[in-house]
């Protein structure tokens, strides 16, 4: 079944393409694996290609089929928006290409998936763009014009093929017959082409909220619900009540550390042993209003003792956790836990919103104890609501109108590497994660790097509309180092060349006395608790700052991060 997308929303997609840095395919590939999404609702996409693999010179005039697939896996979680994904998806199909020599009988040998007869390894759907069409061929005075004839039996569940024409994108779908009816096909084109309009239109916008169905499908689909709600009330109606017996306690009691904080809210089980995953799965709306209120929750005394357990109780808060965060170790089966921020026992990690240095943070952050230290190791937690009220009234207003610079120098052999924050060694790679995250970046002699990123230091809560102080400027502000560090390190590399600082929006210092002032609010205000062996942490990112103290014997705390925000969320 052929379709056409029109000319004006094929040159739409070619200039949000260019704007991005990726190919028309690569954009393509992106939407249509957020329409599987959305059919789905599986974060993990896999979809198939194919490629020419005529890659070397020798190979050009030989005849032959050279043919090979490649496996495009994407995890589509967290919710990106389109212009995330398809960041995503770029450095997916450019891995791809780097290895587009490993035949793929070669990948299913090593692999060793499941087999069966009527199923293509690895992957069912196949998405193809040809980018060589088949010119016409004249023979003497006769012009020949190829015709597709359609006596293939479909190989793949789905196969797409686009082609780019002067008449705009084109392209046609081949489909297993046993798995999807004409009229499916039909509607998943005018879903696709539905969603490429919403994208070009707003690409910022996160892939569970672009449009997708027409306005006819929304009217039925509201109807429909409207009916099953109407059928579910009558069957309501019409059960006769029941006498049934309740525990005479409620399942959880909540109280505080201390009778006077009002963070964390504390809650455990009353007497009777719950299963915390469930429990919470079916209190979301409590959870979420107290977190609100409170700023952070202590779950003590559930009986959750693997990375696995906590992963099942947080999925149950927040069903979209991250699988992709930073280089941090992963734990449990899933990869959306991983292991607390590896720095030396004997020193204190200072108080941080978590990644508010970036353009993306998480809003909610799970901690759970594996094992609690022999001695020290808590996580103080501060209100930044509190912190934001404490400061000085000319220090809050200096804070909103210049906002932050976050300078960072990535020398070799030193701190972090540009290669392994950026996960890549090609240096267009990240001039473009810059320039789409809003970094200025400048190249240094010795295969160095320097990066400016402008953030706030105080914002408004997008869902209780309360400013917080919200930043990192302990963690990188330099008078924050212990004094021999700070020494030896203006002594060697000069403030301009220190591997992290920061400084007021417009590039001018801010003043120890500054930071003196905001080191005295932390510290009248930080609340800390032991840690015991199965608690678990959740915190609102941007009401509740957190830090590390120093720790003596063994110390296991591991984390699940969820809700990405970005700054063009507040």
């Not at 974060?43 to 194919?50: A, F």
């Not at 009217?219 to 006498?243: D, G, L």
């Not at 320097?450 to 230091?457: F, M, Q, S, V, Y």
Request: charged share 20%; glycine share 4%; net charge negative.
């Amino acid at each position: 079944q052929s379709f056409t997308l029109s000319t004006n929303l094929s040159a739409q997609l070619k200039t949000l393409s260019r704007q991005e840095g990726a190919t028309l395919f690569m954009t393509l590939l992106a939407a249509f694996q957020t329409l599987l999404y959305r059919y789905t609702n599986q974060n993990d996409i896999v979809v198939g290609t194919d490629v020419a693999n005529r890659n070397r010179s020798e190979i050009e005039p030989l005849i032959g089929f050279f043919v090979n697939l490649l496996v495009l896996r994407t995890n589509l979680s967290g919710n990106p928006s389109f212009r995330e994904l398809l960041g995503k998806v770029r450095e997916v199909t450019l891995g791809a290409y780097a290895h587009q020599d490993l035949p793929f009988a070669k990948l299913v040998e090593v692999l060793q998936p499941a087999r069966t007869s009527s199923h293509t390894p690895l992957f069912q759907v196949l998405f193809v763009m040809q980018n060589a069409p088949i010119p016409a061929l004249e023979l003497s005075d006769l012009t020949l014009t190829p015709v597709d004839i359609n006596t293939e039996n479909a190989k793949f569940d789905w196969v797409v093929f686009i082609e780019e024409t002067e008449l705009g994108i084109v392209g046609y779908w081949k489909y297993n017959r046993a798995v999807f009816e004409q009229e499916a096909i039909a509607r998943f084109f005018h879903h696709f082409e539905t969603l490429l309009s919403s994208i070009v239109k707003n690409p910022d916008t996160r892939i569970d909220t672009l449009e997708m169905l027409s306005e006819s499908e929304k009217q039925k689909h509201i109807a429909e619900q409207t009916q099953r709600q109407k059928a579910s009330f009558n069957k309501f109606k019409a059960i006769k009540p029941k006498a049934i017996s309740l525990p005479q306690k409620p399942l959880i009691k909540t109280s505080f550390i201390q009778p006077e904080q009002s963070l964390p809210l504390v809650i455990e089980p009353d007497s009777i042993e719950i299963d915390l995953a469930d429990w919470a799965s079916s209190h979301r709306e409590l959870i979420e209003t107290n977190l609100l209120k409170h700023g952070a929750i202590l779950f003590r005394g559930f009986n959750i003792n693997s990375a696995a357990e906590f992963e099942n109780v947080a999925n149950a808060i927040h069903p979209n956790l991250f699988s992709e965060y930073g280089d941090l170790p992963r734990e449990g089966v899933s990869g959306k836990v991983y292991g607390s921020t590896p720095y030396p026992a004997d020193k204190a990690i200072l108080f941080h919103n978590e990644s508010s240095h970036l353009h993306r943070w998480p809003l909610k952050i799970w901690f759970f104890c594996i094992q609690p230290a022999q001695q020290g190791g808590e996580t103080p937690i501060i209100d930044c609501r509190k912190v934001y009220q404490r400061l000085n009234p000319k220090l809050r207003e200096k804070f909103e109108q210049k906002q932050l610079m976050y300078v960072r120098n990535y020398i070799e052999g030193l701190d972090v590497s540009w290669q392994d924050f950026f996960h890549t060694t090609n240096k267009a790679e990240v001039e473009n994660y810059c320039r789409q995250a809003e970094i200025e970046f400048e190249w240094l002699e010795n295969n160095g790097l320097k990066t400016r990123k402008i953030c706030p230091a105080v914002a408004q809560h997008p869902k209780t509309g309360e400013l917080v102080f919200f930043n990192q400027i302990q963690l990188h502000h330099v008078s924050c180092l212990d004094s021999a560090v700070q020494k030896s390190l203006l002594s060697v590399f000069g403030e301009d060349k220190l591997p992290r600082n920061v400084y007021y929006g417009d590039g001018t210092r801010i003043e120890d006395s500054v930071m003196e002032e905001i080191e005295s609010i932390y510290q009248e205000y930080q609340i800390s608790f032991r840690w015991q062996k199965g608690d678990i942490l959740m915190l609102d990112n941007m009401l509740t700052a957190h830090s590390r103290n120093p720790y003596v014997g063994s110390r296991k705390i591991v984390v699940a991060l969820g809700e990405l925000m970005a700054n063009a969320d507040i």
